[in-house]
């Protein structure tokens, strides 16, 4: 039985890795239906075939529908209460657009790969009020914030979240179109990156350093 479910394992990793989520959403069943626990189904194949997707990406190997598929796999199934209990001390980041700007697709594919790196996410999605944010981090008990701005006109929104976050002494990411690395100096936040690989990497370094 413990060979069988250690092949298993094996090939949920391969399914992940090549994209193939509708044979990996057959194999998880399996291993449920065998009375595997969950947590063991997270921590012996779906991490780590999302740690060696990241590594991957990083080196130009895979592309991001792979990623995002694996992220959307990794997400349904931590909605089983079970499973989640292996997230409970995973740092948890707050994600989203600042108020008035609509755009989004640079922020989930962040919020893609810091899932894939093992972070809790919690997206509010994109033309979220300033104080949400903070109130968010206040009540599911995160250190950090990461906000968006594709626009000009919104950044002010990013440091309005700053000036907020540092009542209750939490870390603001930065990124999006519109901002750079002296943005994020001149406002006082916590990292600035301009892609997703640079995000995990200061999310990364935030982590180590707390």
């Given at each position: 039985m413990a060979e069988a479910m250690d092949g298993t394992f094996k090939d949920l990793m391969e399914s992940i890795l090549e994209g193939d989520v509708q044979r990996?959403?057959?194999?998880i069943d399996q291993l449920q239906r065998s009375g595997c626990d969950p947590m063991q189904i997270v921590t012996d194949a779906i991490k780590p075939a999302m740690e060696e997707?990241?590594?991957?990406?990083?080196r130009g190997e895979v592309f991001l529908p792979t990623i995002i598929s694996a992220s959307m796999l990794f997400t349904d199934f931590n909605k089983n209460a079970a499973a989640s209990e292996y997230l409970s001390d995973a740092p948890t980041i707050?994600?989203?657009?600042?108020?008035?700007?609509i755009h989004e697709i640079g922020k989930n594919i962040c919020a893609s790969m810091a899932r894939i790196r093992g972070y809790n996410v919690m997206d509010l999605g994109c033309d979220v009020p300033s104080e949400k944010f903070i109130s968010q981090a206040v009540k599911h008990g995160s250190g950090t914030v990461a906000v968006s701005s594709t626009m000009k006109s919104s950044l002010k929104y990013q440091q309005e979240i700053v000036e907020l976050a540092a009542a209750w002494d939490l870390s603001v990411l930065v990124g999006g179109a519109s901002c750079s690395p002296e943005w994020c100096g001149r406002i006082g936040a916590a990292g600035y990156s301009?892609?997703?690989?640079?995000?995990?990497?200061?999310?990364d370094e935030l982590h180590d350093q707390s």
């Open positions: 990996a959403e057959s194999l997707l990241g590594r991957r990406f990083e707050i994600m989203g657009t600042v108020s008035t700007d301009r892609d997703c690989v640079e995000f995990v990497q200061v999310l």
